[in-house]
């Protein structure tokens, strides 16, 4: 089947996934299940100190991500533009299916959705669909290896692609995303994932070009 490219300049396309893939991959392992990441239970006879709330490591994180094998969230993202005067709101839903299907589905303002199947990204809005061989767009294709490592738990297929930072501790934790790459740089600066163990809770995606979004998620799951 012919291919049809999304009718826009390179930069135009590579601006575009970058952000909308970006969201969709760090999103994803909200909708994990629960998972035990440290021990809870003390025994009868021995009781454990108090102490300040241990610092998670990289290891300890991708672990915990890895557990998830298909997710469901629904989100509200508030994008920051230079070219609008008041941030632009969106919302819709996140859908993961392991091993390589990723799903954006926005509902308000405008239905639009963005699917990544292998190695394939099709795009559907405004009443056209366009499939795009990330083979054609080799940083675009980086950054969905990137997702697939986090989605993994693969920390070091992850630093290959990012410099990855991590802060705060099992109920409050925080890691930064920065690409290594010249070309993933142009297009997104950093990638800041907020969470509370196996959940997270808010992705800050912040562009080379001083634009940025927060997302704030919701699992599906949780509400029934």
């Known amino acids: 089947m012919t291919q049809r490219l999304f009718p826009a300049c390179p930069r135009t396309i590579r601006g575009f996934l970058a952000a909308a893939?970006?969201?969709v991959a760090v999103a994803i392992p909200f909708a994990a299940p629960a998972v035990a990441v440290a021990a809870t239970a003390t025994t009868a006879t021995t009781a454990a100190p108090p102490s300040a709330p241990s610092t998670w490591t990289l290891d300890r994180l991708m672990s915990t991500l890895a557990q998830n094998h298909a997710g469901h969230a629904t989100f509200v993202e508030t994008k920051y533009l230079s070219i609008a005067s008041e941030p632009v709101e969106s919302s819709g839903e996140l859908v993961f299916v392991a091993p390589d299907h990723l799903e954006k589905r926005t509902v308000s303002p405008k239905p639009?959705?963005?699917v990544v199947d292998g190695d394939h990204v099709t795009i559907?809005?405004?009443?056209?669909?366009?499939?795009i061989a990330l083979a054609q767009y080799p940083e675009v294709a980086g950054f969905i290896e990137s997702i697939r490592a986090t989605l993994a738990g693969n920390r070091y297929a992850l630093e290959q692609l990012y410099h990855v930072a991590i802060a705060g501790h099992g109920d409050d934790w925080t890691m930064t995303l920065t690409p290594l790459d010249s070309r993933m740089l142009k297009v997104i600066s950093t990638i800041t994932l907020d969470g509370t163990r196996d959940r997270l809770n808010t992705v800050t995606i912040r562009q080379a070009d001083g634009d940025h979004s927060v997302m704030r998620l919701q699992d599906v799951s949780a509400n029934g």
């Open 21 to 23: 893939l970006a969201t």
């Open 112 to 114: 639009e959705d963005l």
């Open 124 to 131: 559907a809005r405004n009443g056209h669909r366009y499939t």
